[in-house]
């Protein structure tokens, strides 16, 4: 059975929305699959001071945070995060920065890696910041598997480095949802091909 890790950060429930429909597809393909969102760092009273904020940390208050193990027992991980001016948010960059003991140890490579993201706007940095996921993952010897024009969806979404989205009060779209569909069978598919 493959392993898949699900590691994401979200503000207000986008890349929330995103991650539950990877994992969703990936369990339904008999993957084991862990969903974690990385801990929230913004000061409380600043996540307070925002309705949509507040209201999302309040409804995954209960749901596991990432850890490293759950990278070092992952066949294959798949990173999320909402856009900050072009790269990822400064929570998914502090839990990435707790990776360095198994980086050491080599621990991170040879594992598959993809990514996806979701910003307010449709030019708002979405590619640089699946990119910048991309890089991180080449410091870890890992091996990138992007959904490139694998599938015809690819053609209607956009975006061959990873799955993104233009945030909104709607969620994921149809369009969206059949994305994030072919990103984790593509995952699942090259890992256990590296497994066989």
Not at 39 to 56: F, L, M, N, S
């Amino acid at each position: 059975m493959t392993k898949l890790a699900i590691v994401y950060y979200s503000s207000y429930g986008t890349a929330h929305a995103m991650a539950s429909r990877l994992a969703e597809t990936a369990q339904a393909q008999g993957a084991e699959v862990r969903l974690r969102r990385v801990r929230e760092t913004a000061p409380d009273e600043v996540v307070q001071g925002v309705e949509a904020w507040a209201a999302h940390a309040a409804s995954v208050a209960d749901q596991p945070v990432a850890e490293p193990d759950d990278l070092a027992w992952a066949d294959a991980v798949i990173m999320g995060s909402g856009t900050r001016y072009g790269h990822v948010t400064s929570q998914l960059q502090a839990f990435i920065d707790t990776l360095g003991p198994l980086w050491q140890q080599g621990d991170l490579a040879d594992k598959v890696y993809s990514s996806f993201t979701s910003a307010s706007t449709l030019h708002g940095g979405q590619e640089s910041t699946i990119l910048a996921m991309h890089t991180t993952f080449c410091h870890f010897g890992g091996i990138i598997v992007p959904p490139g024009y694998t599938d015809q969806t690819k053609f209607t979404d956009g975006n061959p480095y990873g799955v993104s989205v233009t945030a909104g009060p709607d969620g994921i779209d149809d369009t969206a949802a059949t994305a994030l569909d072919h990103l984790v069978t593509r995952v699942l598919t090259v890992a256990r091909r590296l497994e066989g």
